[in-house]
């Protein structure tokens, strides 16, 4: 195992009524915050007001940015940086998914910045200061409550990219399982597939000895299995969301991947999907993610998927390797199936495979050197031909 530093500044507030600490917390970053929110799903099931409350009880005022769009736009984040300015906030409060808590986080980072957002996106400016980011957590997918990553995207260009910042993870998250009672079946079961293959993409390396690391990840995949269905059916079960909320926070705070490298290839193709076709994010990541594993399994690899496919998906062991590791695959798709999740490009809405080579020459510049297996091009384009 490698050396490593754990360091989590996130305070997590997590269970019912824990809104209550929104005010109290953020009082202590100052008294004006810019609050940022979706498309209304937060006014639906009384977060806003919650947090509204519970805010001016503390004596904080605030400004808003309203309709942050799934697959969070830059044009979002110019809006966000232009009120906080104008406001003078002194914080980001996020109520809502990833992309709400993706947006704020940028916004928080951009601020003290005269670049344009989007240079400072793509690494071309660096960040200053971060304004101190709170969330509160509505979608249990992400993992974005407590990590220091955000994904920002510019359709004008089809870029989907990630940015980070050890700042712009949240000083403070409220998980409350009943604000996840309202998410849809589908956004429930992108959600959970988003959440396995974080647990995954951290998995997936060669063994060097952080054995309790992947046991923590197996952990966190069989929490998706068993859980992910269930909130599906009945989308109150309380147990159900608060054990799929508590392990998308988990599955990529940075617990599974220390002392180990964590390449993360499912969602460097997968961003490509959502950069050009607006694809969601969970969705195409259940697409992708049965054939790079189909097209990376070999001598090296065989082992650990079939690792995956006995601890993970029940597989009986059989002695051959390959194929056990082959049974695994195909249980992951039938469970994805099972889950109404689309399993081809054509099904979300891909009209052709024009731009399939292009996409995998982006994703090709994401994927790192140090690839669980080594990827060109050409070999992602096949990983995404095999997907149509
Ligand atoms: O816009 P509103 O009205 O809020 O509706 C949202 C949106 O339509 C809805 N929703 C959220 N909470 C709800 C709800 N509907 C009913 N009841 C609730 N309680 O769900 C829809 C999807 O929301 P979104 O925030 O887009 O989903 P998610 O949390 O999956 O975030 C996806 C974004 O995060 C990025 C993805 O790429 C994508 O852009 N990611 C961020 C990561 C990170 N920060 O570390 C890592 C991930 O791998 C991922 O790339
Ligand atoms: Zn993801």
């Excluded at 980001?92 to 986080?105: E, N, P, R």
């Excluded at 999907?273 to 969970?282: I, P």
């Excluded at 469970?335 to 809405?349: K, Q």
């Amino acid at each position: 195992m490698d050396n490593f530093l754990w360091d989590i500044t996130t305070k997590v507030y997590f269970g019912r009524g824990q809104i209550k600490n929104l005010g109290p917390k953020a009082a202590g970053y100052g008294k004006k915050a810019l609050l940022v929110y979706g498309g209304g799903s937060v006014k639906r099931i009384g977060v806003y007001d919650a947090a509204c409350n519970s805010l001016r009880e503390h004596g904080i005022s605030f400004a808003e940015l309203s309709g942050v769009k799934p697959n969070p736009r830059i044009d979002s984040v110019r809006e966000g940086v232009r009120i906080c300015r104008e406001f003078g906030a002194e914080m980001v409060i996020a109520l809502g998914g990833g992309s709400c808590i993706d947006c704020a986080k940028v916004i928080a980072a951009c601020v003290s910045c005269e670049a344009d957002p989007w240079d400072l996106v793509c690494g071309r400016e660096k960040y200053k200061s971060v304004l101190p980011v709170l969330s509160v957590l509505t979608l249990a997918a992400t993992g974005s409550e407590m990590d220091p990553v955000a994904v920002i995207s510019n359709m004008d260009t089809n870029d989907k990219l990630g940015t980070h910042h050890p700042a712009m993870r949240p000083v403070v998250s409220i998980l409350d399982p009943e604000y996840t009672f309202s998410v849809p079946p589908y956004h429930t079961a992108c959600g959970t597939a988003d959440i396995f293959v974080h647990a995954l993409e951290n998995y997936l390396w060669h063994d060097n000895g952080a054995f309790l690391q992947d046991r923590f990840a197996e952990a966190v995949m069989l929490t998706c299995i068993k859980y992910g269905p269930i909130a599906m059916k009945n989308p109150e079960d309380y147990e159900a969301r608060a054990n799929l909320m508590w392990a998308g926070s988990h599955a990529i705070n940075g617990l599974l991947s220390l002392g180990k490298e964590h390449p993360w290839v499912a969602h460097s193709i997968e961003h490509q999907l959502s950069a050009y076709y607006d694809v969601t994010h969970g969705a195409g990541l259940a697409i992708i993610l049965p054939h790079w594993l189909n097209y990376i399994l070999n001598d090296q690899t065989v082992s650990k998927l079939q690792q995956l496919a006995v601890s993970v998906w029940g597989v009986a062991p059989s002695g051959d390797g390959f194929s056990d590791a082959k049974a695994g695959i195909i249980k992951m798709q039938e469970f994805f199936a099972s889950m109404d999740l689309p399993g081809t490009l054509r099904e979300v809405g891909i009209p052709d495979k024009s731009r399939i080579k292009e996409m995998a020459q982006k994703a090709f510049r994401y994927i790192s050197r140090r690839s669980y297996v080594p990827l060109s091009a050409d070999d992602v384009e096949k990983i995404l031909e095999a997907c149509w």
